[in-house]
């Protein structure tokens, strides 16, 4: 190892959690030297696949290691100690979305960065934002031409226990959907209202014990006067889904997808691969910032992701109360 070897702890053992292990452990002069579980036991097996650590709590962990960074990745329920615990020790974090199932609890992790470590540095992972093809809306896309943007992330039902518990995930809308409002605000501007009808179709039909609304649709209006709508749902089959995020406007159609992007204007149609690893960016412009304090490639930092887990609860107030939220 160099003397500039970044040493990085990782909170979760799940799926995201072995996404980032996998592109920290390919990555030079990176060490990941803690691993995190819900249990010490969860923690040392995972451990053991990168030559690391086991650990039971964040707190363990820092006071067994000098941490450059964690990576945050546990499920919408688990978040507020652990990015306390980070702040109070000055320890950077990237962490996963959503921020956690309200805006209370984010909100209260922002106050609490500002007081204590203003100058952190943090990283959310809305990857999308690092694809060539949203750099392409971007560029071409003005907030003030967009008329109306339709979006939808249709699904099936995840297998895990406490994305079907409302109280655990937040529901889908904040849970799974938010990857779209956050693409929304980074394309089209930041939202003024919010109006959301949520419904449980086929309530524990095929899912026992589940509390989530299954379809949902919700109209923002954006500080543009634009206004745009969308709708998910966990009712499909598993494997069949789909997901995007359109914009209508004087000069066109800009239709994304996951894969994709398909431009339609006059006489004109263009289809653009996205071939970029936004995990890949995302992770390389956290460890530059950490390395050099050049935050400038990061996308979406805790303070901007607050503002999409503002939106996405926003709409489950809306969907539960009847009425309008304004931001």
């Not at 392409?136 to 099936?156: F, K, N, Q, S, V």
């Not at 412009?285 to 503002?307: E, N, P, Q, V, W």
Request: aromatic share 8%.
């Amino acid at each position: 190892m160099s003397a500039l070897t970044l040493r990085i702890g990782i909170v979760g053992t799940g799926g995201f959690a072995r996404k980032h292990a996998d592109l920290l452990a390919a990555t030079d002069d990176v060490e990941i030297v803690g691993i995190v579980g819900s249990s010490k036991n969860k923690g040392d097996v995972f451990a053991i696949q990168y030559d690391s650590l086991g650990y039971e709590s964040v707190s363990a962990m820092a006071d067994a290691q000098v941490l450059d960074a964690v990576y945050i990745c546990v499920p919408p329920m688990a978040h507020g100690e652990i990015e306390r615990e980070l702040i109070e020790r000055g320890i950077p974090f990237l962490v996963e979305k959503p921020l956690g199932t309200d805006a209370e609890v984010p909100q209260d992790i922002l106050g609490f960065m500002r007081l204590k470590s203003p100058d952190m540095i943090t990283s959310v992972g809305y990857h999308f934002r690092y694809q060539d093809n949203v750099e392409r809306l971007r560029e071409d896309l003005h907030p003030g031409r967009i008329g109306i943007a339709t979006g939808m992330w249709m699904g099936d039902m995840p297998e895990v226990s406490w994305w079907r518990k409302q109280e655990q995930s937040g529901g889908q809308f904040i849970e799974q959907t938010t990857h779209i409002v956050d693409l929304l605000r980074h394309v089209a501007g930041e939202v003024d209202e919010v109006h959301a009808v949520y419904a449980s179709r086929f309530p524990e039909e095929e899912w026992e014990n589940t509390n989530v609304h299954d379809i949902g649709t919700v109209t923002l209006k954006m500080k543009t006067g634009a206004v745009a709508t969308i709708s998910n749902t966990c009712v499909l089959p598993s494997g069949v889904g789909k997901a995007g995020l359109s914009f209508y406007t004087r000069e066109g159609l800009w239709e994304w997808t996951t894969g994709h992007l398909k431009v339609t204007k006059i006489n004109e149609e263009n289809v653009f691969a996205e071939e970029s690893n936004p995990y890949f960016r995302q992770t390389k412009a956290f460890l530059h910032a950490l390395r050099t304090g050049d935050r400038s490639g990061i996308l979406s930092d805790y303070a901007d992701a607050c503002k999409t887990q503002e939106v996405t609860f926003a709409a489950l107030q809306s969907a539960l109360s009847g009425r309008s939220i304004k931001l």
